[in-house]
């Protein structure tokens, strides 16, 4: 009975959908199950006896030892992952249709195996394709950046949304208290943007944003924080800047604004800017409060002629 | 938390033995197969609850892997998670030593020869302590816990379901090179429980 039910257990273990394979110390091959053969091609009467780094000079052989050395030494098993090592063999995945991977990702399990007395005396090895498990999980991390950077920006423009936006700004605002540095802040709008609505249609005014989107992008330092702050308006925090810099970004944004040409429907839509600076020093108490005062200038251009910029002035 | 189960002074005597002779061997194995002279401290036991673990290396940023173990006899048998913590050890010593090329340090490389330390530790100790309390354990593969944060984080956004912890602090010297880590053995109140009845049974036998 015991026999056949030793037959019986090694014709399974032959037949797992799992490699299972046996070293001795010297790492030469006990037994090879089919999993084994079908996925390296190796069969099994040209593996058994041979040393396997002779058999696979790609496997890292150091390592290997080392790695069977501590099974025998502590009597303990050990592991691989796929996380840290992606294969142990490197074999062709089972979906080279809807792959898209080039490998077997694998985790692997080396078992003491005893003999009579307390000595390790053979390892078995057991190999398992997680490459499932490995697309899946890169699928989820793929999808969670993406959901991270949607969550971050405005879809229009491409610029950063609100929300994230002023986190920014709220961080900015924090620095600049603890280390004594001022930072600007440049609030402004597209002027009469409601006519190019009205005159050329919705889908003409989205075009404009999001023309004025990308010259934004391309005009700003890569330090400057640039976001969608409503419809048609913006905000552009400018870390480590003084008041000249500020201003000089200020007239930038209005003259590129002003030479940008939307073609829509074959006819060019112009557009300008009204533009409100502040500056973030010492006695400005909150971003809300920073905000304001950009927000002072910007109206007080507006009520001066427009494509034009204004500093806010305390008092 | 002041309804952490709390071993008695002979208990805890009786463990600490039982950890000092099992650190003991898991040092010898260290020495084995890192092929260097290997000294450790007497390790210091402590029965902690969750909020105590926020201390272990307090401030400092930290790596942590988990590893379960269980002794198959189900869930009043011994059974919990070891947590491994490393401070600022030098992983280039380390890697050489455990035979690492060195193309490989990269930041996955790393993460693999923390697992495999802790893999050697758990390991070691565990069994160590096994063996003397006449249990067999199995072991879960070992995984990241986290990377350069501090343990409070970590275990934060784990919200990990388990009442006390036997907090085993160690530090192994290797020759000239010297690594401090923590080694947490957590544990659901039954499984605490278990090990001090086995520890009475070990008292008893003496």
């Known amino acids: 009975m015991t026999a056949l039910l ?29 999993f084994m053969v079908a996925n390296s091609g190796k069969s099994v009467s040209e593996v058994i006896g041979r040393k396997l780094p002779e058999l696979f000079p790609e ?33 062709q995945h089972n979906r080279p249709v809807t792959g898209g991977v080039e490998h077997m990702y694998q985790n692997c399990t080396f078992n003491p195996c005893r003999g009579d007395g307390d ?33 971050r920006v405005d879809g229009l423009t491409g610029l950063f949304n609100r929300s994230h936006w002023e986190q920014c700004l709220v961080g900015e605002f924090k620095r600049s208290k603890r280390s004594g540095t001022e930072f600007a802040l440049i609030m402004f709008d597209l002027d009469h943007f409601k006519a190019i609505n009205d005159n050329y249609g919705h889908p003409a005014g989205d075009e404009v944003l999001r023309a004025v989107g990308q010259c934004l992008q391309q005009l700003i330092r ?6 969608r702050y409503g419809g048609e308006e913006f905000g552009v925090i400018a870390p480590d800047c003084d008041l000249d810099g500020a201003c000089g970004l ?17 006819l060019p839509i112009h557009v300008t800017t009204s ?39 305390s008092g | 938390m002041s309804d952490t189960i709390q071993l008695s002074a002979d208990q805890c005597d009786c463990l600490q033995e039982v950890v000092n002779v099992a650190m003991g061997q898991a040092g010898d194995s260290l020495a084995r197969l890192l092929g260097v002279f290997v000294t450790l401290s007497v390790p210091k036991i402590e029965i902690v609850a969750p909020a105590d673990v926020h201390r272990i290396m307090e401030g400092k940023y930290v790596s942590a892997t988990r590893q379960a173990f ?26 050489e030593l455990l035979q690492y090329d060195d193309e490989d340090m990269g930041c996955v490389a790393e993460q693999e020869l923390l697992l495999d330390i802790s893999n050697v530790l758990n390991g070691a100790c565990l069994t160590g302590i096994a063996d003397q309390l006449g249990e067999e354990l199995f072991y879960s593969p070992p ?63 003496l």
Request: aromatic letters at 8%; proline letters at 1%; charged letters at 30%.
């Open chain 1, 6 to 34: 030793d037959d019986a257990l090694r014709d399974v273990i032959d037949r797992l959908d799992v490699g299972v394979f046996v070293l001795n110390r010297d790492l030469e091959v006990l037994f090879w199950n089919s």
């Open chain 1, 59 to 91: 496997l890292p052989e150091r390592w290997l030892r080392k790695k069977v050395d501590t099974v025998f030494i502590l009597k303990n098993r050990s592991f691989t992952a796929w996380e840290q090592r992606p294969y142990l063999f490197r074999f």
């Open chain 1, 119 to 151: 000595e390790v005396e053979m390892v078995a090895v057991t190999l398992q394709d997680v490459t499932d498990l490995a697309m899946a999980h890169r699928a989820l991390e793929i999808a969670r950046d993406r959901l991270e950077q949607s969550s």
């Open chain 1, 222 to 227: 890569e330090t400057d924080i640039v976001g």
């Open chain 1, 250 to 266: 200020a007239e930038r944004i209005r003259t590129e604004i002003e030479a940008l040409s939307v073609v829509h429907e074959g």
């Open chain 1, 275 to 313: 533009l409100g600076v502040a500056l973030c020093s010492a006695e400005v108490e909150s971003h809300e409060a920073l905000i304001g005062h950009a927000d002072e200038a910007l109206y007080r251009t507006k009520h001066e002629g427009r494509n034009s910029y204004r500093v806010y002035r």
């Open chain 2, 70 to 95: 269980q002794d198959g006899k189900g869930k009043d048998g011994l059974r919990g998670e070891a947590l491994v913590v490393f401070g600022d050890s030098s992983f280039r010593e380390l890697a």
């Open chain 2, 143 to 205: 995984s990241i816990l986290g990377q350069g944060e501090r343990i409070a984080q970590m275990l934060e956004r784990d919200n990990l379901h388990w009442e006390s912890a036997l907090s085993v602090e160690i530090n192994y010297k290797l020759e000239n090179r010297s690594f401090d880590c923590d080694l947490l053995l957590l544990m659901p109140d039954t499984a605490i429980s278990h090990l001090a009845g086995k520890l009475d049974q070990i008292l008893e036998d």
